[in-house]
C-alpha cells in the first residue's frame, strides 16, 4: 500500500471517530496510534517507546509559553471590562451613522483581538457588550448577530494569534513576521466588515438605524480610557518584531499590563482573577491536548510518507501552483464545517506546508512564501468559524441573541462571508499586502 493510501486510511478512521463524537484530540491520538502501530506491523513496543518521548519533547518546547500567556491576556481584558471600554470608544466615534453601531461592535472586536488571541473569547466577549446596544437601538437581529460573528472572526487575525503560534512552532517560522505580516490583511478585514454593513444599510435602512451623536468632550474621554490597551498591543507587536523582547518575555508584559489595566479601570477583584486563572487553564489544557493528538497523528502521517509522496506528485503533476493553492484553501473551507480552527491548522500544516513550498509562486524566496501562506492558511480557516453548518462564532452569539433564529443569524453572516473571499483573492493575487510590513520593518 502506498504512503498516499495509508495516509488516506489514517484520515478515514479519524473521521469515523469525529463522526462518533470524540473529541478531535482524543481522535487524532487514537487515529495516529493506530496507525503508527499499523506501521510497525503491529508490535507495540515502539509505539510505547514513543509515548515515553513525545509528550515531553512537545510540552517542554519553550516558545508554547506563549499561548496560556495570550490566553491569560485575553481573560483579563474580559473580566476586566476592558472589552466594553473599547466598544463605548468606537460607538463614540461611529454610533451616529446609520450602521454605526454594528461598525463599533467590529472595530471593537478588532481592537479586542489585539489584546485577546481566540475568536470565540471575543466573539463572546463582544457578543454581551454590543448585544444590548444593538437591540436598544433598533438594529435587525440579523444584522446585529451576523456582524458580531463575523467580527469574532478578527480575535485570530489581528494579532496576537494562537493559531499563527501554533503555525511558527510547526514551520519553524518566525513569530514576529507572521504577528506584523497578519496586521495589515487584518485591518482589511475589519474595514471589509465596515463596508458590508455600510453597503446593507444605504439597502434597508431600516435595518441599521443612527443613534444619538456624542459630544467630543465624551469622545475624548473614552479614546483616553483606551489608549492603555492600544499601547499593550504596540508594546507586544513591535516589541517581539523589533527585538526588544522575545515572543514569551513581551506575552509575558502584555499579560501583566492587561492584569494591571483590569485591576486599576475595570475593577477586576479577586474573584475574576481566579476566573481568569481557571479560563487559561482550561483553554490551556484544551489546547495541549489537541497538540498532542495531532503530533501523534503527523508522526504516523510521516512513517508513512504520505506527506512526502503528495508533495512530490503535485511537484510533478505540472499543475499550475495557483490551482494547487486554490485546491487548498477549498479542502481549508470543507475542513471548517467539520473541525475547529486549531485542529484544522494542526491536521493540515504537516501536509499541505510541503507541498507548497515545493512550488513557485511569483518568484516568492522560501522565507516570503511560508509567511504569506501562513496568514492565508489563517485567512480560511477564520471562515470555518463562521460558515455553515458548524460555524461555532454564530452558535456563540446566537445563544447570546436567543430571539433571533439560527437560521437569520447564517443568513446575517452571508454578505461578510463575501468579504472574505474578496479578502482571500486579493491575498492570492497579491502577496504583497502580507508581505509589505514585513519588508518595510524588517528588511526581509
Same mark, same amino acid.
Given at each position: 500500500? !502506498? ?25 487524532? +491520538? ?43 491576556? $485575553?481573560?483579563?481584558? &474580559?473580566?476586566? $471590562?476592558?472589552? /466594553? ?5 468606537? /460607538? ?49 437581529? /440579523?444584522? !446585529? ?11 485570530? #487575525? ?35 466588515? #465596515? ?37 499593550? +498591543? ?41 476566573? !481568569? ?18 503530533? #501523534?497523528?503527523? &508522526? ?40 475547529? /480552527? ?9 501536509? +499541505?506546508? *510541503? ?9 516568492? *524566496? ?22 455553515? *453548518? ?14 433571533? *433564529? ?7 453572516? #452571508? ?30
Amino acid at each position: 500500500m !502506498s504512503g498516499i493510501a495509508l495516509g488516506l486510511a489514517i484520515f478515514g478512521f479519524l473521521l469515523t471517530l469525529m463522526a462518533l463524537r470524540v473529541p478531535i484530540g482524543i481522535a487524532m +491520538f487514537f487515529a495516529g496510534a493506530g496507525g503508527y502501530v499499523y506501521l510497525q506491523g503491529g508490535d507495540t513496543g515502539p509505539w510505547l517507546n514513543l509515548l515515553k518521548s513525545l509528550p515531553y519533547a512537545r510540552l517542554s518546547n519553550y516558545d508554547l509559553v506563549v499561548i496560556p500567556l495570550f490566553l491569560l491576556m $485575553g481573560q483579563f481584558a &474580559t473580566h476586566g $471590562g476592558l472589552s /466594553s471600554s473599547l466598544f463605548r470608544c468606537v /460607538s463614540a466615534f461611529m454610533g451616529h451613522r446609520r450602521g454605526g453601531v454594528a461598525m463599533a461592535a467590529i472595530g471593537a472586536c478588532a481592537g479586542f483581538g489585539a489584546i485577546c488571541g481566540s475568536s470565540l473569547a471575543t466573539a463572546a466577549t463582544m457578543g454581551q457588550v454590543a448585544l444590548p446596544e444593538l437591540r436598544r437601538y433598533g438594529y435587525a437581529g /440579523s444584522l !446585529s448577530t451576523g456582524a458580531l460573528a463575523a467580527g469574532g472572526t478578527l480575535g485570530i #487575525m489581528i494579532p496576537p494569534s494562537v493559531p499563527l503560534v501554533i503555525y511558527a512552532i510547526l514551520t519553524q517560522e518566525s513569530i514576529g513576521k507572521l504577528f506584523m505580516a497578519a496586521v495589515l490583511p487584518g485591518l482589511i478585514a475589519m474595514a471589509g466588515y #465596515m463596508l458590508v454593513i455600510q453597503l446593507i444599510v444605504r439597502w434597508k435602512p431600516e435595518m441599521g438605524p443612527a443613534g444619538p451623536r456624542v459630544p467630543w468632550p465624551q469622545r475624548l474621554s473614552a479614546l483616553l480610557q483606551v489608549t492603555p490597551v492600544l499601547l499593550v +498591543f504596540v508594546v507586544v507587536i513591535i516589541g517581539i518584531y523589533g527585538g526588544w523582547a522575545n515572543p514569551t518575555e513581551a506575552a509575558a508584559i502584555g499579560a501583566a499590563a492587561c492584569g494591571v489595566l483590569a485591576v486599576v479601570t475595570g475593577g477586576m477583584r479577586w474573584r475574576g482573577l481566579l476566573d !481568569s486563572a481557571l479560563g487559561t487553564a482550561q483553554a490551556t489544557a484544551m489546547i495541549f491536548l489537541v497538540l498532542l493528538g495531532a503530533d #501523534m497523528l503527523n &508522526t504516523a502521517l510521516a512513517l508513512s510518507q504520505m506527506p512526502t509522496e503528495l508533495a512530490a506528485w503535485v511537484k510533478g503533476s505540472g499543475m499550475p501552483p495557483l490551482l494547487v493553492l486554490t485546491m487548498i484553501l477549498l479542502i481549508y473551507i470543507l475542513l471548517g464545517c467539520v473541525m475547529d /480552527s486549531l485542529a484544522m491548522i494542526l491536521l493540515t500544516i504537516p501536509i +499541505f506546508y *510541503p507541498m507548497v513550498m515545493g512550488l513557485d509562486f511569483y518568484g516568492l *524566496p522560501d522565507v516570503d512564501k511560508s509567511v504569506w501562506f501562513g496568514i492565508l492558511a489563517l485567512m480560511v480557516v477564520e471562515i470555518g468559524l463562521v460558515h455553515p *453548518p458548524v460555524g461555532m462564532n454564530v452558535y456563540i452569539i446566537n445563544r447570546l441573541a436567543k430571539d433571533v *433564529p439560527l437560521v437569520e443569524t447564517f443568513k446575517g453572516v #452571508m454578505p461578510f462571508l463575501a468579504s472574505d473571499f474578496v479578502r482571500i483573492v486579493l491575498m492570492v493575487l497579491f502577496p504583497s499586502t502580507a508581505l509589505i510590513l514585513v519588508h518595510t520593518f524588517g528588511g526581509a
